[in-house]
């Protein structure tokens, strides 16, 4: 099964799992800033194996099969496990806390399964919020930290995720990124992770 991680897009989504993995590890480690600037490169990794794999001719249908699979597991991954753990810790382990990486987790799944199944609308626009932004929208939360009273924000972070929660499962149509878009949120993503990670040290 490990033949299939040469193809390039593969290897790309394995490096954004690789991102989450050290993400959710300096999260667990309570160095949250630094853990929200990995995941952002988990987010950049699976922007990039869709171009990949889009533009790699002749690729393998079974190829091509077992990277859906694997982008999948990847999307859950970046897109609710790290959210999760990172609100749980900015809220230390509190029962809000609780009830949102939970809601994260299950619409997350819940969201992505459809897409598995369904894929998106005859309008080409995806039903439900797509899980790519809960890790920007940790980003602009973190960044904007300075500006919130330290008291406040794990009560402003809970709240923003739980409504982002919602809003995956949520029957609102989302247009798929343009090509502009695309390059907006990855110079977004660099200079983010840049500026969380330069506060880390």
């Excluded at 897409?115 to 939360?141: C, E, I, K, M, Q």
């Amino acid at each position: 099964m490990l033949k299939y991680l040469w193809d390039p897009a593969n290897a790309i989504t394995i490096t954004g799992l690789l991102f989450s993995s050290a993400s959710l590890f300096l999260a667990l480690s309570d160095r949250l800033e630094l853990s929200v600037a990995a995941a952002l490169w988990a987010v950049l990794s699976d922007h990039l194996d869709g171009f990949v794999a889009g533009r790699t001719k002749g690729r393998d249908p079974d190829v091509a099969k077992m990277g859906a699979s694997l982008d999948g597991f990847a999307d859950i991954v970046y897109g609710a496990v790290v959210p999760a753990v990172v609100v749980v810790q900015v809220s230390q382990a509190s029962q809000v806390a609780l009830a949102t990486a939970t809601a994260l987790l299950v619409t997350g799944a819940i969201r992505l399964s459809y897409f598995a199944n369904f894929g998106r609308s005859r309008d080409g626009r995806f039903l439900g919020v797509p899980l790519s932004y809960d890790v920007p929208l940790l980003a602009l939360l973190f960044l904007f930290k300075p500006l919130i009273p330290a008291e406040a924000f794990p009560d402003v972070v809970n709240i923003a995720f739980l409504l982002l929660a919602i809003a995956h499962v949520a029957p609102v149509r989302v247009p798929p990124l343009s090509a502009t878009m695309y390059t907006a949120i990855s110079i977004f993503a660099v200079a983010s992770s840049v500026v969380l990670a330069s506060r880390s040290f």
